[in-house]
């Protein structure tokens, strides 16, 4: 059992590997010899699983894993997070944007009784769209979830064996590694650092990506949409109501004949246009809950560097609790 594993997904990051290599190598070997590197391969279509091979037989310490395609960020974590064995274990991007010379601070805040301890960035190195995309993502997903998810945390942070066993107990398909960490609400703490430059290339979040992974973390997250679904109906019923009886006194006290053929067409539009929207709610509620039920494995893995075990799912026991 290595003291420290390092869990990071790939993605077209062939440049950077080896001098994450050299640079995670050295930062971990000021806390301890005993650790493992777990790298992730995305399908990038680049040469990284040829790079990653490379280290692993250079450096036994050094694991690889090759999906079968892509399947996204937050499921290499998953993977990552299921095949590692270390006592404590550390989540980063490749991009060496979070700086691999932070985990020994990370290691040191845990060691005062946190079970989680996250970087908190300062100012983003990322173009002004980016950081627009991503403040918004982050106001849209607490609005509709009703977390309070700091926009300023990113991946980068290392968690206790208890937690990670508890994340791995979780194999819902819509996966939000960071929200899923909130979620389960053990002790946490942060520290500062700074947000280093990209070391090479650019992010393949594009605004579209942004959408869709808020749309899907809101829907694994919250009914809320459907519950202000409801209040729109309410609100919509209760203002014809109030709209119709005023027709009716004018008509009885005022003789005013009921006119207006181009605003009833404009209200069947717009009722026809929130009703769509609300059955296409109700649908992709639907749609994923299909999904769930087919109990497909959250990723395939093609090529390894080791032999991978067998997860089991088992209840796991909290030193400080009798749970």
């Known amino acids: 059992m290595p ?13 950077c590997l080896p001098v994450l290599y050299e640079r995670l190598k050295k930062s971990l070997e000021i806390i301890t010899q005993d650790f493992e590197i777990i790298l992730v391969e995305d399908c990038g279509g680049d040469r990284s699983w040829e790079i990653i091979l490379e280290l692993a037989k250079k450096d036994s310490r050094v694991k690889g894993i090759q999906f079968s395609r892509n399947f996204g960020q937050h499921y290499g974590i998953t993977a990552g997070l299921d095949h590692c064995d270390g006592d404590w274990v550390v989540v980063m991007d490749c991009d060496l944007q979070d700086p691999p010379e932070e985990i020994p601070r990370l290691y040191a805040k845990a060691q005062e ?64 590694f960071g929200g899923l960490i909130d979620w389960m609400g053990f002790p946490a703490a942060s520290i500062d650092i700074c ?82 929207i609300i059955l296409g709610i109700l649908g992709i509620y639907l749609g994923k809950t299909f999904d769930e039920t087919k109990k497909r494995p959250l990723y395939l893995i093609r090529n390894t560097t080791f032999n991978l075990k067998q997860y089991e799912f088992r209840k796991v026991k909290s030193p400080n609790t009798n749970i």
């Not at 003291?3 to 440049?15: L, N, Q, T």
């Not at 090479?200 to 605004?207: D, I, R």
């Not at 409801?230 to 019923?237: C, D, E, M, V």
């Open 3 to 15: 003291d420290i594993s390092v869990v990071i997904p790939v993605y077209k990051a062939e440049k």
């Open 113 to 176: 009784g946190y079970d989680v301890v996250v970087a908190r960035r300062g100012k983003r190195q990322a173009p002004p769209l980016k950081r627009l995309t991503s403040w918004l993502f982050y106001k849209v997903f607490n609005y509709f979830t009703e977390l309070q998810y700091d926009g300023q945390v990113g991946n980068f942070r290392i968690m206790s064996r208890l937690v990670v066993e508890n994340f791995c107990l979780m194999r819902e398909q819509l996966r939000f």
């Open 195 to 276: 947000h280093e430059k990209r070391f090479e290339g650019k992010s393949t979040y594009t605004f579209a990506k942004l959408w869709k992974l808020a749309s899907d973390t809101i829907i694994a997250y919250s009914d809320k949409p459907l519950r202000l679904s409801i209040k729109l109906g309410f609100l919509i019923a209760t203002l014809s109501f109030l709209y119709g009886i005023y027709i009716l006194v004018r008509f009885l006290f005022y003789g005013s004949p009921v006119t207006g053929w181009s605003s009833l067409i404009v209200s069947l539009y717009f009722l026809g246009g929130i009703i769509i």
